[in-house]
T-cell receptor
Framework: GAGVSQSPSNKVTEKGKDVELRCDPI?????LYWYRQSLGQGLEFLIY????????KSGLPSDRFSAERTGGSVSTLTIQRTQQEDSAVYLC???????????????FGDGTRLSIL | KQEVTQIPAALSVPEGENLVLNCSFT??????LQWFRQDPGKGLTSLLL?????REQTSGRLNASLDKSSGRSTLYIAASQPGDSATYLC???????????FGKGTKLTVNP
């Protein structure tokens, strides 16, 4: 596709349920990033993939959060036992190679708006 | 810990005005600095990326400058238009890391 695709665009679920958020990066992009945007905290880094490996998971807020990437392409972010404070927009980005070292921009999807009731 | 601050938080200007958005960061050991635009309900669009060795970048009516030693960047928008209305975010990539550290943004409104 032309850009980073995220699904679903909106998700409403009850507290305590598990949710899966999906990200399809731009074809050929080896680096993939997850961020969270909330009103109080702004945009925060969650996790970064290079291929299928995650060298930096430092932003995951708790062990309820996990992510995987398969085939060097699609990634899923899973939140278990959701809490109200998990309500936010979850944004995915991809870049051609390591964005920082190669000074490549990160290209963002439109995000998944997650609401926990 | 890197912290990025953007001032002002909101700005309203009449169409045609030239304007400057400010970004400051606390740790000068960065790889690069990026300016993004975010429209309501949308993701981020990369506007300009300035490498740590560069002083400025230009794209159309946009010009971004970087003073790494003082931890400051500015985004200059010439001849503003109503279509420029959006939130503008500044982000830095820290040396030794791939993650972007964002400011909280400046919400710009350009009035016709």
């Amino acid at each position: 596709g032309a850009g980073v695709s995220q699904s679903p665009s909106n998700k409403v679920t009850e507290k305590g349920k598990d949710v899966e958020l999906r990200c399809d990066p731009i074809s050929g992009h080896t680096a993939l990033y997850w961020y969270r945007q909330s009103l109080g905290q702004g945009l925060e880094f969650l996790i970064y993939f290079q291929g299928n490996s995650a060298p930096d998971k430092s932003g995951l807020p708790s062990d309820r959060f996990s992510a995987e990437r398969t085939g060097g392409s699609v990634s899923t972010l899973t939140i278990q036992r959701t809490q109200q404070e998990d309500s936010a927009v979850y944004l995915c980005a991809s870049s051609l190679v390591w964005a920082a070292y190669s000074n490549q921009p990160q290209h963002f999807g439109d995000g998944t708006r997650l609401s926990i009731l | 810990k890197q912290e990025v601050t953007q001032i002002p938080a909101a700005l309203s200007v009449p169409e045609g005005e030239n304007l400057v958005l400010n970004c400051s960061f606390t740790d000068s050991a960065i790889y690069n600095l990026q300016w993004f635009r975010q429209d309501p309900g949308k993701g981020l669009t990369s506007l300009l990326l300035i490498q740590s060795s560069q002083r400025e970048q230009t794209s159309g009516r946009l010009n971004a400058s970087l003073d790494k030693s003082s931890g400051r960047s500015t985004l200059y928008i010439a001849a503003s238009q109503p279509g420029d209305s959006a939130t503008y975010l500044c982000a830095v990539t820290q040396g030794g890391s791939e993650k972007l550290v964002f400011g909280k943004g400046t919400k710009l409104t350009v009035n016709p």
